[in-house]
């Protein structure tokens, strides 16, 4: 089945050290997400790319990156996590298409980042 | 800007019973869509709902109905006869921009389902 792929599902990782969460899809979408979810919160976007196209959300720290070397492929490189990054890290896709809001979000599981 | 309201934190129903939860949003955009996603425990948000702001008619889809009122900017979601596996968060979303459906969420509703 066509879907959105992340791994690992759980990561833990040390202050300070950096980590990268990776995203996939099978969908051929041309529009790739990432937010992030803290507990008990409303999940945040915190960049998407269209094809290799980046935009940066305004409030999303410097700490935080992304790389995606194909259509299939999106990265979550945090270079410096720090206790508040834990959160749940969520991949979505869609496909920017010709006809008006025509293209929903579709979520992968999520990885759930956990920083000692 | 753009705001989604979701002032029910929390709802517990007994099985079977019936739930709506509420969604109030906030826009200056006379286009925009807005959404229902559920999470369950497990963490995926499932897509359940598009709803375009020219389409005021409800929807129903077995047991999920969808009430859009633009006079009162709601986009309310009722369960019929509840089940075990509804317990879920529900967020309600809201997209001004066409194609690049940046998601504003609003804080979600927890659902519990007691058997």
């Known amino acids: 089945d066509a879907m959105v792929i992340q791994n690992p599902r759980y990561q833990v990782t040390q202050f300070g050290k950096p980590v990268t969460l990776s995203c996939s899809q099978t969908l051929n979408h041309n529009v790739m997400y990432w937010y992030q979810q803290k507990s008990s919160q409303a999940p945040k976007l915190l960049f998407h790319?269209?094809?290799?196209?980046?935009?940066n959300e305004a409030d999303t720290p410097d700490n935080f990156q992304s790389r995606r070397p194909n259509t299939s492929f999106c990265f979550l490189d945090i270079r410096s996590p720090g206790l508040g990054d834990a959160a749940m890290y969520l991949c979505?896709?869609?496909?920017?298409?010709?006809?008006?809001?025509?293209?929903?979000?579709?979520f992968g599981p999520g990885t759930r980042l956990t920083v000692t | 800007a753009q705001k989604v309201t979701q002032a029910q934190t929390e709802i517990s129903v007994v099985e079977k019973e019936d739930v709506t939860l509420d969604c109030v949003y906030e826009t200056r955009d006379t286009t925009y869509y807005l959404f229902w996603y559920k999470q369950p425990p497990s963490g995926e948000l499932v897509f359940l709902i598009r709803?375009?702001?020219?389409?005021?008619q409800n929807e129903i889809s077995g047991r999920y109905s969808w009430n859009f009122q633009k006079s009162t900017s709601s986009f309310n979601f009722t369960i019929t006869a509840s089940q075990v596996v509804d317990s879920a968060v529900y967020f309600c979303a809201l997209s001004e921009n066409v194609f690049w459906k940046k998601l504003t969420f609003g804080t979600g509703t927890r659902l519990t389902i007691i058997p």
């Open positions: 790319y269209y094809d290799k196209d980046f935009n």
């Open positions: 979505a896709t869609s496909r920017k298409s010709g006809r008006a809001g025509d293209d929903e979000q579709y």
């Open positions: 709803r375009n702001s020219f389409d005021e």
